[in-house]
């Protein structure tokens, strides 16, 4: 199958759970099929980046864009506001991406359209392809929980345009694409409310379960880790909540205890976190599989969000035992208390993380058994094969897999 698949950046490095699962999602469909890719330049590291995804033996083509993402300017809200659309889809409607989609489709033969969330089918251009739009979140309830979340009455008022914003494109756009793609059963029940049934695909998130291994020799005694960008907000509500609430209680029993907080452009709030006693702030780091393997167990106080986390998988995949909120843990098919443990209120989960912390042979009973999970089910190799299975059934073309 020849593939045109848009994404808004180039996804590498792998800095956070959107790049990871296009990167691992193109990795298996170009093993037996002919895949180009049209991205956005959103820094300065991106050309090399693209050098990497070509090793793939994927075509690249980098819409320059003075080097950074569109700031956030005044035009953008304004324009954002007339035509009722969300502010962060609004900040790629960068006109050259457009122009070269356009191209794209006229100088060469495509099987299939592949839009990578709203930021890419704002683009949205009527052939005779079939297209598919991907939906790695349902951004409404994000808007929804963040709404809810805030007491600041100007904040809750922006929150709840972006809200509807998200919930008219979810209504209007989404109907115009021969499939839509989510990540969990719970997504997919939103868009099912526009879109035909058979039109809407759970193409779940994964793992490699051959990168990410059990490595217990690197575990550090009473440590606990949490990875993601600093700079999205339900993390740093994740990491605050954490530091705040859950883990002074686990200070009383594991006095010893340290936390971690593990990514990039780390938020003022989150920042000085690292005054607080056993805190500690890393910021951006080059390769996050080390700090998966130092963990004693791997925490996920997520409060807000939608979608599926990665992030749970890949600690699973290294045999990690997992201490999550029912948010953090949504979507993905694990047993609560033997596969996971699920906690919401800070005592609950400080008990729970007390429990591991304190029973290495429990810690090692429930890894054991979210490692088999992941093989089980969350391969990239095998839903690589079911992406591919989406698409050969609008193209009616046997998959290359």
């Known amino acids: 199958m020849k593939i045109l698949f848009l994404s808004p950046t180039v996804p590498y490095p792998l800095t956070d759970g959107g790049r990871i699962r296009v990167y691992n999602l193109l990795k298996q469909i170009a093993l037996k099929n002919d895949i180009t890719l049209l991205a956005l330049e959103t820094q300065p590291s991106d050309i090399s980046s693209a050098t990497h995804i070509e090793q793939l033996g994927i075509k690249v083509h980098l819409v320059q864009n003075s080097a950074t993402l569109p700031r956030l300017s005044l035009s953008t809200l304004i324009s954002a506001c007339i035509k009722r659309q969300p502010i962060t889809v609004a900040r790629y409607n960068v006109s050259a991406y457009r122009r070269k989609l356009r191209e794209l489709l006229a100088v060469d033969s495509y099987d299939l359209v592949h839009y990578e969330m709203f930021h890419t089918a704002q683009f949205y ?15 409404s309830a994000i808007w929804h929980r963040l709404t809810g979340e805030t007491k600041n009455i100007l904040v809750k008022c922006v929150y709840w345009t972006q809200q509807r914003a998200f919930q008219r494109y979810e209504r209007v756009l989404s109907p115009q694409f021969d499939a839509v793609t989510c990540t969990s059963d719970i997504d997919a029940a939103v868009f099912q409310h526009y879109c035909a049934d058979s039109a809407v695909k759970v193409i779940p998130n994964g793992v490699d379960v051959t990168h990410y291994q059990p490595d217990f020799e690197s575990e550090a005694p009473a440590h606990l880790i949490y990875i993601g960008s600093m700079d999205w907000y339900p993390n740093e509500d994740a990491v605050s909540f954490f530091a705040e609430e859950v883990l002074p209680q686990v200070q009383k029993s594991v006095p010893d205890v340290k936390f971690s907080i593990v990514g990039g452009n780390p938020s003022v709030r989150v920042q000085q976190l690292a005054d607080r006693e056993g805190v500690i702030v890393t910021g951006r780091v080059p390769e996050i599989k080390p700090y998966f393997a130092e963990a004693t167990v791997f925490v996920v106080p997520l409060r807000i969000g939608s979608g599926t986390r990665l992030k749970i998988l890949e600690a699973l995949a290294m045999g990690k035992a997992v201490v999550s909120t029912s948010v953090g843990a949504e979507g993905l098919a694990l047993r609560d208390g033997e596969e996971i443990i699920i906690a919401d209120e800070p005592r609950d989960f400080a ?32 839903i690589g094969k079911e992406l591919l299975t989406v698409y050969a059934s609008l193209i009616n073309k046997e998959p290359g897999i």
């Open 351 to 382: 008990e729970a993380v007390i429990k591991l912390l304190t029973n290495p042979s429990l810690r090692k009973q429930i890894g054991e058994k979210g490692r088999a999970r992941v093989e089980q089910d969350y391969d990239w190799q095998n």
């Open 125 to 139: 251009t009527e052939t005779d392809l079939p297209s598919v739009l991907s939906q790695q979140n349902v951004d």
